[in-house]
Every structure is written in structure tokens, then in C-alpha cells.
């Protein structure tokens, strides 16, 4: 049973550039969450897709959007990159379904702007 | 709102002895708290979390955590320390015990276990 996968797993970016990062989530969860985990902090939420839409938001700008597909995978966009982006980024899945379950977390990407 | 307060973002402990990682939270709700562990170059694992039955937890790889409402603390321990539990450890709190809402995270505390 395939946990939740990320890729890439590293990256490499310019200031102003865009990217964008993907997750796939466990076998069965519907719920994708993205958290932001900055050098020396812990990880900050960023947002949540359930069924194709942004269902909660945290204190991030609009540069940051995402995506989730039909097959519950999603993706993280980031536009015009500031050096301060550079981060650990984490997927974490969940299934509405099962309300006492705990996110499970894939290994992230690792985006270093330059 | 709902924050999280880790105190030492490092602690050192020789194998055998006693892992004590301290996190206090402050939250408007009665909360839900979850202790992590992140090894390097990887993710977060779910350690354990309170969930408003037992106010003592167990969790995996012997670690256990007591919920203190008069105190607002959700400390970690482990009876004697073992060189693979060398990490980096982050307690979070939420408003629900899945995933239905977001996790805050304290700053997380780096246990270094010595031989």
C-alpha cells in the first residue's frame, strides 16, 4: 500500500521563476493538505483541496495556488519565487470518511530558490 | 487561534536515560494534540495524539505523552533513550483529531542521543 508520494524530490529554482510540485495521496484519502516547512521551523499550513477545491487557506499570498485532480492527486503552484520560498514542502493526506484518522505525510520536496 | 510553544529547540541525553520534550499549547477549544517525528530527509510520522479520552497516551517506539489541561502542556517522554531516536520531534495542536482541519506546529525540539 503506496503511502503519500511527492515528487520531485528536489529542486532548483531561480527568484521570479514558477514551479510547481505534486503529490500523490495513500491508497483511499480524498483530502490533500500543504504545509511549508521553512530551515530550523516547524511546518506552517499553506492549504487544503476536498473534492477539487481549496476548502481551507492559510496565511500565505496568492502566489501560492494549487490544484486537486479527479483522482485526488494535487498540485502545488508557486509563482514569481522569492529567495524566502526556499522550504521543505510536505503533502499530508486524509480520508473525510474517517474522522479520528491521523494525516499521513509524504517525505516532501525540497525547493531551493536561488 | 491556536498555537503551539516547544520548549528547547535542542535536548541532549545519553542512551538509557530519560527523553523529555516539553510543549505547551494555548487554544479557545478544548484541543486535540499530536506529537511528530521528522528523521532526516523525511516526512512527519505520527508518534501519538489526544483525542479527549485517556489523558495519558501511548504511542509508538515506547514514547507516551500526558495531557495537563491546568498546566496547558502535552509533554513527551520515553523512559530510556535509544541512539535511534535521535530526531526532530514537533508537537501540533488541532480543532479536530484528523485531518478535517489544519495543524499548528510548534518550532520543533532536535533530540540528540549520545553513546
Known amino acids: 500500500d503506496a503511502g503519500v508520494t511527492q515528487s520531485p524530490t528536489h529542486l532548483i529554482k531561480t527568484r521570479g521563476q514558477q514551479v510547481t510540485l505534486r503529490c500523490s495521496p495513500k491508497s483511499g484519502h480524498d483530502t490533500v493538505s500543504w504545509y511549508q516547512q521553512a530551515l530550523g521551523q516547524g511546518p506552517q499550513f499553506i492549504f487544503q483541496?476536498?473534492?477539487?477545491?481549496?476548502?481551507q487557506r492559510g496565511n500565505f499570498p496568492d502566489r501560492f495556488s494549487g490544484h486537486q485532480f479527479p483522482n485526488y492527486s494535487s498540485e502545488l503552484n508557486v509563482n514569481a519565487l522569492l529567495l524566502g520560498d526556499s522550504a521543505l514542502y510536505l503533502c499530508?493526506?486524509?480520508?473525510?470518511?474517517?474522522?479520528?484518522?491521523?494525516?499521513?505525510f509524504g517525505n516532501g520536496t525540497r525547493l531551493t530558490v536561488t | 487561534a491556536q498555537s503551539v510553544t516547544q520548549l528547547g529547540s535542542h535536548v541532549s541525553v545519553s542512551e538509557g536515560a530519560l527523553v523529555l520534550l516539553r510543549c505547551n499549547y494555548s487554544?479557545?477549544?478544548?484541543?486535540?494534540l499530536f506529537w511528530y517525528v521528522q528523521y532526516p530527509n523525511q516526512g512527519l510520522q505520527l508518534l501519538l495524539k489526544?483525542?479527549?479520552?485517556?489523558?495519558l497516551v501511548k504511542g509508538i517506539n515506547g514514547f507516551e505523552a500526558e495531557f495537563k489541561k491546568s498546566e496547558t502542556s502535552f509533554h513527551l517522554t520515553k523512559p530510556s533513550a535509544h541512539m535511534s531516536d535521535a530526531a526532530e520531534y514537533f508537537c501540533a495542536v488541532s480543532l479536530t483529531p484528523s485531518g478535517y482541519s489544519t495543524l499548528t506546529f510548534g518550532k520543533g525540539t532536535m533530540l540528540l542521543v549520545s553513546p
Open positions: 489526544y483525542t479527549s479520552a485517556a489523558t
Open positions: 483541496y476536498y473534492e477539487e477545491e481549496e476548502r
Open positions: 499530508a493526506s486524509s480520508f473525510q470518511g474517517a474522522p479520528n484518522s491521523p494525516l499521513h
Open positions: 487554544s479557545s477549544v478544548p484541543p486535540y
